[in-house]
T-cell receptor, first 116, second 115 residues
Framework: DQQVKQNSPSLSVQEGRISILNCDYT??????FLWYKKYPAEGPTFLIS?????DKNEDGRFTVFLNKSAKHLSLHIVPSQPGDSAVYFC???????????????FGQGTILTVHP | DGGITQSPKYLFRKEGQNVTLSCEQN?????MYWYRQDPGQGLRLIYY???????QKGDIAEGYSVSREKKESFPLTVTSAQKNPTAFYLC??????????????FGSGTRLTVV
């Protein structure tokens, strides 16, 4: 039962354009969402997060949007840079484990390639 | 610098052998976690511990065991009962009373290959 889904395995964009990565979830108890960036053979690094009481959070070139009614979140990267090329995971917490337990449920990841 | 250290980075194991992956943190975090990553899949939780001498099974605990004798250390043993142990293993930690998940910190991972 995949509670967090990233349906696009890969995304290719031109440098300077917008990258939009999507994520859907099924568990309505999730109350906190995060995006991580990951390079091969390394641990994920935190990018940006959003609480379920908000619908948007912005940090520099990165913006996360949350649509609770659609159970959908997206990460916008503007402008995209070649150094952004990596695997991006969305993750959610809450549900039976509760945010305080620190259990994260991850999507499958999307490989972003930004071409110069 | 504070962080999480996983060792070794690459590990080879023969079928039928147990192997232990190390995870040490100097962030003074209470909670620690073990995840497994397979190609084309997200990270899946194996075990977690919120306090010394206590740990809980995650979603895929079968074939694994852990211990938490010290706050800084949370080793994972992959036993011979684990049917498909070849994977990338990630350790993480966070302050237990942090409501925000932003304090979640990952190690750099261990690639385990069964030969």
């Amino acid at each position: 039962d995949q509670q967090v889904k990233q349906n696009s395995p890969s995304l290719s964009v031109q440098e300077g354009r917008i990258s939009i990565l999507n994520c859907d979830y099924t568990n309505s108890m999730f109350d906190y969402f995060l995006w991580y960036k990951k390079y091969p053979a390394e641990g994920p690094t935190f990018l940006i997060s959003i609480s379920s009481i908000k619908d948007k959070n912005e940090d520099g070139r990165f913006t996360v949007f949350l649509n609770k009614s659609a159970k959908h979140l997206s990460l916008h990267i503007v402008p995209s840079q070649p150094g952004d090329s990596a695997v991006y995971f969305c993750a959610a917490s809450g549900g039976a484990g509760g945010t305080s337990y620190g259990k994260l449920t991850f999507g499958q990841g999307t490989i972003l390639t930004v071409h110069p | 610098d504070g962080g999480i250290t996983q060792s070794p980075k690459y590990l080879f194991r023969k079928e039928g052998q147990n192997v232990t992956l190390s995870c040490e943190q100097n962030l003074n975090h209470d909670a620690m976690y073990w995840y497994r990553q397979d190609p084309g899949q997200g990270l899946r939780l194996i075990y977690y511990s919120q306090i010394v001498n206590d740990f809980q099974k995650g979603d895929i605990a079968e074939g694994y065991s852990v211990s938490r004798e010290k706050k800084e250390s949370f080793p994972l043993t992959v036993t011979s009962a684990q049917k498909n142990p070849t994977a990338f293993y990630l350790c993480a930690s966070k302050p237990i009373f942090s409501r925000s998940m932003d304090g979640y910190t990952f190690g750099s991972g261990t690639r385990l290959t069964v030969v």
